[in-house]
């Protein structure tokens, strides 16, 4: 489980602006590097094998371009609900009042995660239409354990005499969560979030199956009429997206850092 | 109720849910204003818990707790605790923010202007001998404990609250820097004349700090309440006795100062006169070193006969290092000074690390032997006034 664990490396903080700056330069200079390789040589290999109908259809900018925006839409919806809904219910089954319902609420979004995501749309499918919601639905029951669990992981790390000097020089107790719990527990939520993310690109290719579109057509599409050029550029982009995504998260982390923090 | 009293306790008791026997049973308590009253006990009698009923981050579950007049289940908990300061080990600072914000937080929740917030931060900086310009931007891990100790003690000072509670503040450093830093907050304290309420099991710092200590028993029940005069001369009972641990009488050196004791002088020379100036000031005088001086009057070094050659131009570098004690120090500690250097003496010196005079065995002698006399007539004033409770008899200190 991602749950407590912070990704990315340890941020020099004492250092100045440029050196940080710097630092972030070369922690996170190779994933594009070897992204635009990859994709690079899969655009090579395309261009260089004659093409059908079939995969002429597929395979052009117009056709990948709307894929992929669907499939960032997807994405995106899925992750700004998630992190409203998990980090907000994260943030209330840490209150002392609600504490004793996190245990349940955590096996609860585990259901979401532990049921096979293909079963889970189909099943939503069948309740709720085919649809983009229906999607989004599934895709959000599959992305919010991360979230939630590192949310609640987050914020209980935080060292308790910290919150009972908050409390103790007089801060409100909404003080307390905005000004000393979330902002050393940013590192752990983000990189529940981060997981998220990389789950919902993942999961996403699976909306394909109830006609809601997106990279996995490609799959699909590659899969049932055996066209493995089309199959392996829906793989590639989708696993492009879900690095592309995974990096920024590793840049913004870095960036949200706490000072003061290592 | 007289206006001297600052905080109350009246049979407060607590008892946590789930759990039959109160943590803190029947405890009654009178502060008064200016004391530093030292709370210390074994770990779990519920000290701390007293404590943290009187700024209410536990609330009582029953008896009543003034604060200057005002029964504080009354107030608001939050307005209640900007107004009392709150110091915890290791100062208790927020790792993400720089010294000057861990500061500023209460005055800006009061609503401070950002101007008036600054200068008050440095202030309170210089107050704890931080120099603001090289330490007001620094976060907490870039400072050493007792520096964020120290700041911890600035933030619990900010708003300037009249009572502070101090829960073993100075329990996680080591016991140098925590004797500096009990002998610095003391002469803060003389400046600023706060009520304290201070928690700490270390009986000797209880000893050192409190102007009257209570020793708790289980669920906080007061043994004893008593000045630390009192307490090492007549413990109430055989437990008491036991915290107090072996040794009552040289624990009684920590209760007098070195600036109460009649010290001793040296021949003071600067470090630039020549050896002769040393021979010539040794034969006028039955002293057989002369204690050499920087320009702002620092002792330097011990210069005896045997330390001079024949081809030195001044004093420099010659010479048994001196040891130092502030003159804030205990007996205890010039003691132990004194026994770990090599002359037999200490030097006393003022804050700015100026000569006051020296203290040798006989000057510590001279004082034992005064503190036990001083006892013995106020054992025999107390037992005739007031044969019944002498445990509970209040009595000013210093």
């Known amino acids: ?262 | 109720m007289t206006d001297d009293v600052m905080i109350s306790l009246e049979n407060v008791s607590k008892t946590y849910r789930g759990q039959k026997a109160p943590a803190v049973e029947n405890v009654s308590m009178t502060i008064h204003r200016g004391e530093i009253v030292v709370l210390v006990g074994p770990s779990g009698c519920g000290k701390t818990t007293t404590m943290k009923m009187i700024n209410r981050l536990i609330e009582p579950s029953g008896g009543r707790i003034l604060v200057d007049g005002e029964d504080v289940t009354a107030l608001d908990g939050t307005q209640l605790r900007r107004r009392i300061g709150y110091v915890i080990q290791q100062g208790g600072l927020f790792p993400h923010m720089s010294v000057a914000t861990n500061i500023g937080l209460v005055p800006k929740m009061l609503g401070w202007k950002r101007g008036r917030i600054e200068e008050r931060v440095d202030e309170l900086l210089h107050l704890v001998g931080l120099e603001p310009g090289q330490y007001r931007d620094r976060l907490p891990r870039q400072l050493s404990g007792g520096q964020q100790q120290r700041v911890g003690v600035a933030r619990a000072l900010a708003a300037d609250p009249p009572v502070m509670l101090m829960d073993e503040p100075f329990g996680a450093t080591d016991p140098l820097t925590r004797d500096r830093l009990q002998n610095e907050f003391l002469r803060l304290q003389e400046k600023l004349q706060k009520t304290i309420v201070f928690v700490t099991h270390d009986f000797d710092e209880a000893i050192k700090m409190g102007t009257r200590i209570a020793v708790l028993g289980e669920r906080s029940r007061i043994r004893q309440f008593d000045t630390p005069e009192q307490l090492l001369a007549a413990p109430a009972d055989e437990t008491v006795g036991q915290f107090i641990g072996a040794g009552a009488a040289l624990k009684r050196l920590n209760l007098r100062r070195i600036d109460s004791v009649e010290c001793g002088d040296a021949e003071l020379m600067g470090v630039e006169e020549s050896p002769t100036a040393v021979l010539r000031r040794l034969d006028s005088c039955d002293a057989d070193a002369v204690l050499t001086v920087d320009g702002q009057r620092r002792p330097l070094r011990w210069v005896g006969v045997r330390d001079l050659g024949p081809d030195q131009a001044d004093l420099r570098g010659i010479g048994l290092p001196v040891t130092v004690v502030e003159s804030r120090a205990t007996l205890h500690d010039a003691l132990d000074q004194m026994l770990t250097s090599n002359c037999g003496s200490v030097v006393v010196v003022d804050d700015d690390g100026r000569y006051c005079g020296v203290v040798n065995i006989e000057c510590l002698m001279r004082a034992i032997s005064e503190m036990r006399e001083a006892a013995r007539e106020r054992d025999r004033g107390v037992i005739e006034a007031s044969p019944g409770t002498p445990a509970q008899a209040v009595r000013g200190r210093r």
Not at chain 1, 31 to 46: D, H, K, N, R, S
Not at chain 1, 160 to 166: D, I, P, T
Not at chain 1, 181 to 192: D, N, R, T
Not at chain 1, 194 to 203: H, Q
């Open chain 1, 1 to 262: 489980m991602s749950a407590g664990t912070v990704a990315g490396g340890p941020a020099s903080i004492a250092a100045p602006p440029r050196r940080r700056g710097r630092g972030l330069l070369r922690r996170h200079s190779a994933m594009p590097v070897v992204l635009a390789a990859a994709l690079l040589g899969t655009y090579l290999w395309v261009r260089s094998s004659p093409l059908d109908d079939i995969e002429r259809r597929s395979l052009n900018a117009d056709t990948l371009l709307r894929l992929l925006g669907r499939h960032l839409e997807l994405t995106a919806v899925t992750a700004v609900v998630v992190v409203v809904l998990a980090v907000g219910a994260g943030i209330l089954l840490t209150r002392p009042a609600l504490r004793w319902l996190a245990p349940a609420a955590t096996s609860l979004a585990n259901i979401g995660q532990a049921t096979p995501a293909i079963g889970l749309l189909v099943l939503l499918s069948i309740w709720l239409g085919i649809g983009f919601t229906t999607a989004v639905i599934g895709l959000i029951a599959y992305a919010v354990l991360p979230v939630l669990q590192n949310t609640i992981v987050g914020i209980n790390q935080v060292d308790r005499s910290l919150v009972q000097a908050g409390k103790g020089i007089g801060m409100t107790p909404l003080a307390v969560l905005v000004r000393v719990e979330l902002p050393l527990a940013v590192p752990v939520i983000l990189a529940g979030i981060r997981t998220a993310l990389v789950l919902a690109v993942g999961v996403a290719t699976l909306a394909a199956f109830i006609d809601v579109g997106g990279l996995g057509e490609l799959i699909v599409t590659g899969i049932k009429l055996q066209r493995t050029s089309v199959l392996v550029t829906g793989a590639v982009l989708t696993a492009a997206l879900a690095l592309v995504l995974d990096w920024l998260g590793g840049v913004v982390s870095d960036l949200l850092q706490p000072r003061g923090l290592d």
